[in-house]
C-alpha cells in the first residue's frame, strides 16, 4: 500500500470520531466539511444538496467559494455538480481546462485543475453531492482519493438520514401516530418520506373520526392543513433565495 492510501484510510478512520449533534443539519455539514478537507488534504471542499431533487443549493463550504455561489440554485443536469446529481455516478476531472466541463471552471487560471464530485445518496435516492478541489501537496487527484470521495459521500448520507429521523421523531403527532416502541420498521417507516406520509394521513383520519367529524369535514381539515403546509413551504424558499 502506498503513503497516500495509507494516509487516507487513516484520515477516513477518523470520521468514526465525527458525531452529528444536536446543532441543526448546516451546522454539522459545515464542520463534516472542514473534517473532509483535512481527511483528502484540500484547500476547498462544499456539500451541496436538493430540497426537491430538481435542483440543489450549497449549504456548507470549507475554503474559498463567491459569496454568489450559496445563492445559486443548480439544476439536476446543469453544470458538474448538477451533471452527477442526475447521473448518480461520481466523477474525477484530472484538468477541467481539458474536459468538457471546461466552461463551468470557477477558477480556470487556478494551478491546480482537478476535482471530485460524488453524490450523496440514502435509500437509493440523491440527496445533492460534495465537490473537492485544490490540493495542497499533490498534484494530481488519484482513483484512491475518489473512493475515499465515496466513502466520505456515505457517511454524509447517513448523517442527513439521521438528522432527519430526529426531527420526524421529534414531532409528537409522529410520535403518536407511530405509537408504542420504536421497532425496526417503525425506524423504517419513519426514514421513508412517503411512508411517513401515509402513516400520519391516517392516523390523522382516525383522530379525527373517532372526535365525531364526518368525511366531509375531515377532507375540509385536510385541504385547510395543506394549503397552510404550502404557504410554509413558499415562505421557507422566499427565505432561502432572499439569503
Known amino acids: 500500500m502506498n503513503n497516500h492510501a495509507e494516509d487516507l484510510l487513516s484520515g477516513l478512520s477518523s470520521l468514526t470520531n465525527f458525531q452529528s449533534s444536536d446543532q441543526s443539519l448546516d451546522d454539522n455539514l459545515q464542520r463534516l466539511s472542514s473534517v473532509v478537507a483535512d481527511v483528502v488534504d484540500v484547500k476547498n471542499c462544499s ?12 449549504c456548507a463550504n470549507f475554503g474559498s467559494l463567491p459569496n454568489e455561489a450559496y445563492r445559486e440554485s443548480v439544476k439536476k443536469g446543469d453544470g458538474i455538480s448538477g451533471h452527477v446529481l442526475a447521473s448518480g455516478a461520481p466523477l ?18 487556478a494551478p491546480m485543475k482537478g476535482m471530485i464530485c460524488v453524490p450523496v445518496r440514502a435509500d437509493g435516492m440523491a440527496l445533492g453531492v460534495i465537490n473537492i ?4 501537496r499533490r498534484s494530481n487527484f488519484t482513483g484512491d482519493d475518489l473512493h475515499a470521495m465515496e466513502i466520505i459521500a456515505a457517511f454524509t448520507g447517513n448523517i442527513i438520514q439521521s438528522q432527519q429521523l430526529k426531527r420526524t421523531l421529534a414531532s409528537r403527532f409522529a ?11 417503525k425506524i423504517s417507516d419513519a426514514q421513508n418520506p412517503g411512508r411517513m406520509a401515509k402513516i400520519l394521513a391516517k392516523s390523522f383520519y382516525r383522530e379525527m373520526a373517532g372526535a365525531g367529524f364526518g368525511p366531509a369535514q375531515i377532507i375540509d381539515a385536510a385541504s385547510e392543513i395543506i394549503s397552510e403546509l404550502g404557504k410554509s413551504v413558499n415562505k421557507h424558499r422566499g427565505r432561502i433565495k432572499r439569503d
Open 92 to 109: 474525477l476531472i484530472e484538468d477541467i481546462g481539458k474536459s468538457r466541463f471546461a466552461k463551468y471552471a470557477r477558477y480556470p487560471d
Open 175 to 185: 410520535q403518536m401516530s407511530l405509537g408504542g416502541g420504536m421497532t425496526a420498521q
Open 133 to 136: 478541489n485544490g490540493l495542497r
Open 47 to 58: 456539500i451541496m444538496l436538493s430540497d426537491d431533487g430538481a435542483s440543489m443549493r450549497v
